[in-house]
C-alpha cells in the first residue's frame, strides 16, 4: 500500500513567516510522529499522536511550533515566525498498533528560512 | 535522559563485512531498531531488536544485542556499494510510547 507522505517536499520562507507542514500517515497505523533532523544530525524527536490520547508535546522546542492531528489521518506541523535555527528537514513517521510499533517514515519535507 | 552513540565514519571494500557499532544509556530501552538513509532520501527501516532478544538475522543482516554493556551491532555480510549511506540505530525507551531517541548517525562508505 502507500506509504507515507509529505508536503510540500522543499520550502523556502522568510524568517517571521508561518509555515504549515503537512504528513499523511499509513493507512490503519494509529499512532504518528514528528522528527527534525538538522544537517549532519540525527533525528530530534518533536511530538507524538497516538490515537485519541493526548498527544507527547515534550520534543517542541519552543511555543512556536505545534502540531495538530485529526482523527487517525492526516498531521499539520505549525511554525510560527520562523527562524534561520529552524532549517532542518521535517520527518514524520506512522505506525501500526503492534507490539514492535516499528515507525516507517515519509520523506521529508526540507524547510529552509531565509 | 536517554543517550545513543555511534561512531561517525566506518569504511569498507566491497564483500567485507560491515560492522556498525551503537551504545545507549537507558536500560529499560524495549526495542531497538536499525535504520538505512540514502542522500536525499527519507529512512528506511531495516531491522529491529526487541530487549530480550540477544540477536536477530535477516538475510545478509545480523542483530546483536548486549544487554549488560548495553551495546548493539549492526553487521552486514557481503557489503555492496549500494550499501553505502547512513546508519541510524533507534531505541524506544519504554513500552508506554512510541518515540525513539536516535544516534547521530554512521556514515558507510564501500570502495569497490
Not at chain 1, 540525527?42 to 511555543?63: R, V
Not at chain 2, 531498531?33 to 535477516?58: C, H, R, V
Request: glycine share 8%; net charge neutral; hydrophobic share 30%.
Amino acid at each position: 500500500g502507500a506509504g507515507v507522505s509529505q508536503s510540500p517536499s522543499n520550502k523556502v520562507t522568510e524568517k517571521g513567516k508561518d509555515v504549515e507542514l503537512r504528513c499523511d500517515p499509513i493507512s490503519g497505523h494509529t499512532a504518528l510522529y514528528w522528527y527534525r533532523q538538522r544537517l549532519g544530525q540525527g533525528l530530534e524527536f518533536l511530538i507524538y499522536f497516538q490515537g485519541n490520547s493526548a498527544p507527547d508535546k515534550s520534543g517542541l522546542p519552543s511555543d512556536r511550533f505545534s502540531a495538530e492531528r485529526t482523527g487517525e489521518s492526516v498531521s499539520t506541523l505549525t511554525i510560527q515566525r520562523t527562524q534561520q535555527e529552524d532549517s532542518a528537514v521535517y520527518l514524520c513517521a506512522s505506525s501500526s498498533p503492534h507490539a514492535s510499533r516499528e515507525q516507517y517514515f515519509g520523506p521529508g519535507t526540507r524547510l529552509t528560512v531565509t | 535522559g536517554e543517550d545513543v552513540e555511534q561512531s561517525l565514519f566506518l569504511s569498507v571494500r566491497e564483500g567485507d563485512s560491515s560492522v556498525i557499532n551503537c551504545t545507549y544509556t537507558d536500560s529499560s530501552s524495549t526495542y531497538l531498531y536499525w535504520y538505512k538513509q540514502e542522500p536525499g532520501a527519507g529512512l528506511q527501516l531495516l531491522t529491529y531488536i526487541f530487549s530480550n532478544m540477544d540477536m536477530k538475522q535477516d538475510q545478509r543482516l545480523t542483530v546483536l544485542l548486549n544487554k549488560k554493556d548495553k551495546h548493539l551491532s549492526l553487521r552486514i555480510a557481503d557489503t555492496q556499494t549500494g550499501d553505502s549511506a547512513i546508519y541510524f540505530c533507534a531505541l524506544r525507551a519504554s513500552s508506554n510510547t512510541g518515540k525513539l531517541i536516535f544516534g547521530q548517525g554512521t556514515t558507510l562508505q564501500v570502495k569497490p
